[in-house]
């Protein structure tokens, strides 16, 4: 069974950093990209970013660029999200997320999903 | 960046009625590179459609999806009372990008 599941969330105060890991299990995961997507309270869901299986191919939205980085560990199966100069607008439930198609370098849809971690980026 | 404009945004259907979402793109999406997610209260996100028109894995066959290009459609034939939900399409064919959802609503 394909499991996903987030950590390291919280209460920030604006211009702090905060890690957050995602850790899964139940398929071979260095063969597929992983992507972080978060939801604000109440809005929908927005793409934060995604790291191809070799970690060869990265993407940012511009919301996150230059403030977010993503990283992957494949011996620990694990995906991370650093994040720096937190804002205000940050604040949101931050989910990881498993590409549908082995070794795609760009992404695809999403066949699998964490529970989600939140985020609340607050003096 | 490619904008995914869904409508409508709040759809009042029946239970056993036929839903019709629609999804349009700023710009073409490059080999049908469109999905949708249903997404439930308290939820994550679940794939039903990915490249158009092919369902996810689990998926009732009431589940469908068509359209290329800008235009984009989910139909669910005949609704099921657990399929009210919000709904989002996503476009991956240039960095991923999500239409701000259509709620489905028991009318």
């Known amino acids: 069974e394909v499991q996903l599941v987030e950590s390291g969330g919280g209460l920030v105060q604006p211009g702090r950093s905060l890690r957050l890991s995602c850790a899964a299990s139940?398929?071979?995961?260095?063969?597929?990209?992983m992507h972080w997507v978060r939801q604000a309270p109440g809005k929908g869901l927005e793409w934060v970013s995604g790291?191809?299986?070799?970690?060869?191919?990265?993407g940012y939205a511009d919301s996150v660029k230059g403030r977010f980085t993503i990283s992957r560990d494949n011996a620990k199966n694990s995906l991370y999200l650093q994040m720096n100069s937190l804002r205000a607008e940050d604040t949101a439930l931050y989910y990881c997320?498993?590409?549908?198609?082995?070794?795609?370098?760009?992404?695809?849809?999403?066949?699998?999903w964490g529970q989600g971690t939140l985020v609340t980026v607050s003096s | 960046e490619i904008v995914l404009t869904q409508s409508p945004g709040t759809l009042s259907l029946s239970p056993g009625e036929r839903a019709t979402l629609s999804c349009r793109a700023s710009?073409?999406?490059?080999?049908?590179?469109l999905a949708w997610y249903q997404q439930k209260p308290g939820q994550a996100p679940r794939l039903l459609i990915y490249?158009?028109?092919s369902r996810a894995t689990g998926i009732p066959d009431r589940f469908s999806g068509s359209g290329s290009g800008t235009d984009f459609t989910l139909t669910i034939s005949r609704l099921e009372p657990e399929d009210f939900a919000v709904y989002y399409c996503?476009?991956?064919?240039?960095?991923?990008?999500f239409g701000q959802g259509t709620k489905l609503e028991i009318k």
């Open positions: 996503q476009q991956y064919g240039s960095s991923h990008t």
């Open positions: 790291i191809s299986w070799n970690s060869g191919s990265i």
């Open positions: 997320a498993k590409d549908i198609v082995i070794a795609a370098a760009g992404g695809t849809a999403f066949d699998y």
């Open positions: 490249g158009a028109s």
């Open positions: 710009q073409s999406v490059s080999s049908s590179y």
């Open positions: 139940g398929f071979t995961f260095d063969d597929y990209a």
